[in-house]
C-alpha cells in the first residue's frame, strides 16, 4: 500500500513540475498569461527558479513518511515543507544562494522576544557568511534608533562581532526596518554594531518618488480606517504613529482576538486599495500577533532594497525565510515578488531549513 501511494504522490508531483516548466518557458517568452497553469490558477505569481517537486517529495517522505500514512492524507505542512525543499534544491543546484533574507519574529525567534547568543540559528547565519552569502533582517519593527535593533538582535551582532569572520564577510549583514524604510549595516566600532545608512544610499529609483505628502496622507486615512475598527468591535486599543507606520496595540491588560485582527487587517486594507493615495503609494497592512500595523512600503521593496545595497542580487539567487505567508494580514507574502522564498511556521523550522540547504548544498559540492 505504501509503495502505491508513494508512486501516485510521485506522479502528482511530477505533473505539477511539468505545469511550473511549462508557465516558465512561457513566462520567459512574455506570453505567461497562456500557460496552462495559469488557466487552472489564475492567482498564480512569478517563477524565479523551476521547483524539483517530484524529488522533494521523495526527499521529505523519506523523513516524514507520508506515503505510510493509511488514514491521514498530505497535509497543508506536508507540501509546505515539501514547496520548501524542492525551492532549496533548485537554489542549491543553480549556484551559491548570493542573499538570504529573513523576518524576525517567529522566524529567527518566538513572538516578541530577542535573538540571544544562543539561539541555534546563529552557527547557521555564520555558516552562510562564511560562504559568502549576503544576509538581511527584514522586518516589520521600523525605528531609526540602532539601540532597539541592538536589543532585538544583540546575540547574533555580538556573535559576529566576536568572530572570526573577515571584515567583509561581517560588513554583509543589514538590517532592513519598518518592511522597506530603514537601513543599518553591521559596524563593529559602533557601540551597538549597527550604522544607520541613509535613504540616499539605498533607496531604489521607484521609491524615490514616494512623497512626503502622500505618506502623510496614507498614514492619516490609515489612522481613521483603523479608529474604525475600533470603534465597531469596542476593541481596548491605543494607537500608535510612527514617522512611516500607524498601528493599533492592545490597551494595558488587553489582548486582541484573533477574527478581530483579521477583521481589522482587512477593514484597514480594503478603504486603502480603493484611495487615490492607496493606488499611487505602496502599503502593508498586517496582523503582527496582538497588534496590526499599516507600513509604508512592504517586504518585497524591502527584500528588493537589501539586492540593491549588495549590488544587484538577482531574485533567483535571494531566499526570503518568514512565516506570514497567508494572503490576507500576512507581510511576508509580498517578498514573492522579489525572490523565491521558504515558509516556515516557527524558528526551529528555519534551523532545519538552514541544515537543509547545508546539507544539500554539500551534495551538490560533492557531485561538483
Known amino acids: 500500500m505504501a509503495s502505491t501511494a508513494h508512486r501516485r504522490y510521485n506522479e502528482i508531483m511530477r505533473d505539477v513540475e511539468a505545469l511550473i516548466n511549462d508557465h516558465i518557458a512561457h513566462q520567459r517568452a512574455g506570453t505567461q498569461e497562456r500557460s496552462k497553469l495559469k488557466l487552472l490558477v489564475p492567482s498564480v505569481g512569478i517563477f524565479f527558479t523551476p521547483l524539483l517537486l517530484e524529488e522533494a517529495f521523495i526527499y521529505q517522505d523519506r523523513r516524514r513518511f507520508i506515503s505510510s500514512r493509511r488514514f491521514v492524507p498530505p497535509s497543508f505542512n506536508d507540501i509546505r515543507l515539501t514547496l520548501n525543499t524542492a525551492q532549496v534544491m533548485s537554489l542549491v543546484r543553480g549556484g551559491p544562494i548570493q542573499l538570504v533574507t529573513f523576518d524576525g519574529d517567529v522566524t529567527l525567534y518566538d513572538d516578541g522576544e530577542s535573538l540571544t547568543n544562543n539561539n541555534p540559528v546563529i552557527p547557521r547565519i555564520l555558516s552562510l557568511l562564511r560562504q559568502g552569502s549576503k544576509i538581511g533582517i527584514v522586518t516589520a519593527a521600523g525605528y531609526t534608533d540602532a539601540l532597539k ?52 544610499e539605498w533607496l531604489l529609483e521607484e521609491m524615490k518618488l514616494w512623497k512626503e505628502e502622500d505618506i502623510e496622507e496614507l498614514l492619516d486615512l490609515a489612522e481613521n480606517a483603523l479608529m474604525e475598527s475600533v470603534n465597531n468591535m469596542h476593541l481596548h486599543a491605543e494607537v500608535l504613529r510612527k514617522e512611516r507606520a500607524v498601528g493599533i496595540i492592545p490597551a494595558k491588560g488587553h489582548k486582541f482576538a484573533r477574527e478581530q485582527l483579521e477583521e481589522t487587517v482587512l477593514v484597514t486594507q480594503a478603504i486603502l ?19 496590526v500595523f499599516v507600513d509604508i512600503g512592504d517586504k518585497s521593496w524591502g527584500v528588493l532594497s537589501c539586492q540593491r545595497f549588495f549590488g544587484g542580487i538577482e531574485g533567483s539567487k535571494s531566499l526570503h525565510v518568514g512565516d506570514q505567508f497567508l494572503s490576507a494580514g500576512a507581510n511576508d507574502f509580498k517578498a514573492r515578488l522579489a525572490c523565491t522564498t521558504a515558509w516556515i511556521a516557527n524558528p526551529m523550522e528555519t534551523v532545519q531549513l538552514l541544515d537543509e540547504l547545508a546539507f544539500l548544498g554539500g551534495q551538490e559540492s560533492s557531485k561538483g
Open 273 to 291: 486599495q480603493v484611495s487615490p493615495v492607496g493606488k499611487r503609494l505602496p502599503f502593508c497592512a498586517f496582523n503582527g500577533g496582538n497588534d
Open 149 to 200: 535593533y541592538y536589543d532585538r538582535l544583540h546575540g547574533l551582532l555580538e556573535v559576529i562581532h566576536r568572530s572570526n569572520l573577515s571584515l567583509a564577510q561581517k560588513h554583509s549583514l543589514i538590517i532592513l526596518g519598518g518592511e522597506s524604510n530603514y537601513l543599518f549595516k553591521f559596524n563593529d566600532k559602533k557601540d551597538c554594531l549597527l550604522e544607520f545608512v541613509p535613504r540616499s
